[in-house]
């Protein structure tokens, strides 16, 4: 059954994927707001600190890096549990951390983890999700990932307002680790019956090919087996040696030399009502496609982007573009309130207001993408967030700097949700569809190499100009990523996504 014809069942994903998602967003969500403000209070300047936020998307650069290989060679589920498994152990870095170099590496492993995480429940979605609900069922998982900013913020400051300390709220991400493993652990992996169902295509399409086949050993008469051979438009010739139907695996193989017609009409003859973009890995024997499936995670990531440098380096430059604005705005905004002097709860709960709204867009941006294609969800969302990022730059010296603080961080917020799960569904638009794995590991590598950069910038431009400069040069550079956007996604994810591959 292909991609496209499996059945949606939503309570297994909801479980397995979307579940596990939001307790570890809920523990993102509850430290990296105050990233900034522990780092502060652990002695940081204002741009030392930026460059320690920038170490959860740094890592998750580096993260990008083996996990494609990680997640093709363990499974997505084994994946996400030794992710949360190595993100308590730097969690715990992080809260024992006596200055900002040791926070700063707890940071970085959290980011690794992240990635691991990250590409490891897109694999699966991609694998899963049919393509006719793929823009909302990852829509949904990034609303679920944004449902753990929007309820994380608001744990983190009740847990500073009784403990009196930032650096508690790193607690909350050790709880949420801990519960999604469990939940890992316990409930069934649908992966297993993906790939059974996938095992079982090869299996049932041997047997009707080997049919004539099986019928030469039990005749007597081998006049009869002469006539059949003699026919020129017979779908598949009987073999003159009887033992090549022993193997059913070797029937598909050895049947098409036999015949006159090109070797390339063998799969069109055998699979008459299949799409037309299946490819023969549909109707390979099982051995094969292990075979197929492991020279693919043999892939190297860097080999990987060699291959795909065309639509990397165009659309991937957009891509990465979304994820600088998306990273600006998740370190900007915890700086800009240092910098006018918001408390350390006041900046969580407007943080999570924000976070709120920018989570009950994300089912309105899958139905945008899946009715009227990626396009209309894409460059409205970057247009929103130069224009915000660039507005920002002006408030810093107001007298209401702090309404203007709150206003702006929920124009933000509506601008990104309006591109929720966008990142996510044009990589597996371009995903080839039976082991996504590594393109969709150098998909987000491109992407997160965008999200590294722009915290690293903020810090840069704040330490040589100010903060105000930083977000205004940023809200350039989102506009000019709407631009490439509109012009790249009608070529390489259009409504209906042509593959790559």
Known sequence: MSNAQRPLNLRSIALTAFLPTLLFSVGEGAIIPLIPLVANDLGATLAIAGVIAAMVMLGELVGDIPSGWVVSRIGERNSMIWASVITIGAVIICLTAPNPLVLGLGIFLIGIATAVFALARHAFMTSYVPLVYRARALSTLGGVFRAGWFVGPFLSAALIHLTGSTQAAFWVFIVCCVLAVAMLVILPDPTRDLDASERAVPERAAPERAAPERAVPDQAVPERAAPEQAVPDQAIPEPPVPEQAVPEQAVPERAVPDQAVPERGAPEQAVPEGPASASRADVTPPGAAETDA???????????????????????????????????????????AVSIGISAPDTALII?????????????????????????SAVPSMIGLGVGHVALAFTHDLPSNVGWFIGIAMFLSLANGIGSGLLMTLGADLAPQRYPAPFLGAWRFTADFGSAAAPLGLAGITALASLSIASGIVGVFGLFGAVLLSRYIPRFAPHRPRSLL
Do not use: E, K
């Open 352 to 376: 999570g207001i924000a976070g709120g709204i920018d989570f009950v867009l994300f089912y309105a941006s899958g139905q945008i993408m899946d009715r009227f294609g990626r396009i209309w």
């Open 294 to 336: 492991a020279a693919l995670a043999a892939r190297g990531l860097f080999q990987t982007i060699r291959a795909h440098r065309g639509v990397l380096v165009r659309l991937g430059t957009g891509a990465a573009l979304v994820g600088a604005m998306r990273a600006s705005r998740t370190v900007m905004l915890p700086l800009w």
